[in-house]
């Protein structure tokens, strides 16, 4: 899902549109391993898993935020892209 992130990152930079991956585990090896393959998408950390609970997520879910704020997708790491690209062509971002 980061890899994904990460791609979407690029595509929206400049248009106000946030992508957010939200990790419960921001353990040094995770952040380590993007800082080797170069990502720059912002990461939100929720090491007790508050903000997932109460989004009603699971650890390792992304939520993608239009410019007037509203979450247009949230959905953890077993979501398909293909779902991630149906919900910002609904939101007209795509």
């Known amino acids: 899902m980061l890899a994904f992130a990460e ?6 930079a400049g248009r106000q549109v ?3 991956p939200i990790l419960q585990r921001g353990d040094r090896f995770v952040l380590a391993d993007m800082t080797k393959l170069g990502y720059s998408v ?12 109460k989004l009603g997520m699971s650890s390792g879910s ?17 979501y398909a892209p293909t779902e991630i690209i149906q919900q910002l062509r609904k939101a007209g971002l795509w």
Do not use: E, M, N, W
Not at 42 to 53: F, Q, S, Y
Not at 62 to 78: K, M
């Open 42 to 53: 912002p990461i939100a950390l929720d090491p007790k898993g508050a903000v997932t609970a």
């Open 18 to 20: 946030a992508i957010v």
């Open 62 to 78: 992304v939520l993608i935020i239009d410019p007037a704020g509203t979450v247009v997708y949230s959905g953890g790491s077993q």
């Open 7 to 12: 791609l979407l990152h690029h595509q929206y």
